[in-house]
């Protein structure tokens, strides 16, 4: 979430003066980290996920979530201060590699199935969907792995997604998020992870654990991870193993569509298609109602290229963040 330059303080002064003004979306329960940014207070931001992650090298970060922050001579474009280096390769947090589509089952304890089918979408349908999101804002992203399409279409019902439109607007929100599917925990934290430690602290921490953002969707704070892990699972095993988010592939969909499913989709404007009503559930504070609305418009060109793959004829609505 925060960047380690001089682009960080910059950003904290902005958040700072956001909630002297009002304009941070309270919510503790939703806020999430964006991979490359650094943390926000708790409670403040509902979310700032995003993969954007860290020290992009060079260019424009227009990679998304995962994408922005310390960027080494980069402007930053990840939602919420997500830093970038928007990296080819998969990020492998403190507590070790990507362990497939096999991981833990998404379901165990808790949240209800809600919506119960694929939609017709495949795994050449994700890819799909994948590549032309990455062409909509002159990316590169890699191909999906089996394991995420696996992980992503047995999240779906877990998530409550009701329609491929609103797959549609999960999955471009994601990807903006995670760096094209490439950060499953924020760069900068990967890379300087006792800074991270302290900035992302709270008195409920498990000791030795830190709660900075993990998963697609960046999970940030510990009370979050405790959310998710009572709704996923009924117990506090992400809590006491927050690795687990960012180093299993299903834990990390599954954590990603339980933030959407509790925090995102209870805007009925999300169920009814308004895909902005998404971003401001996400990052509203700044993206929609701060300095950085050219990354939610960034996000609804992922959208548009998503939303024909996953559901044809369905016209995508702009509305609910910056217009």
Known sequence: MVLLSNAGSLLIAILAASAQLGLAI???QAETSSAVEAPSAPGGDQSDTGASAAA???????????SAAASAGGEDDTGDASAAESAGGEENSDEGQDTGGGGQDTGGGGQDTGGGSDFGITCDKFDEAVSKASEAISQSYP????????????????????????????LANILWESDGLQAKQEYACKDKPDWCA???????????????GRGYIQLTWEYNYAAASKALYGDDRLVKNPGEVSSDEDTAWAVSFWFWKANVATDPAVKKGEFGASINKINGALECKGAAQDKAKKRYEMYKAVLPVFAPGEKPIESGCYN
């Open 198 to 212: 302290q900035n992302y602290k709270t008195p409920e921490d498990e000791p030795g654990k830190t709660y900075w």
């Open 56 to 66: 992009s090298a060079g260019g424009e970060d227009d990679s998304g979530g995962a």
């Open 143 to 170: 191909k999906p792995s089996q394991a995420q399409c696996n992980a992503f279409l047995k999240g779906m019902p877990k998530g409550g997604i009701s329609s491929a439109r609103e797959a549609a607007m999960f």
């Open 26 to 28: 309270p919510g503790p």
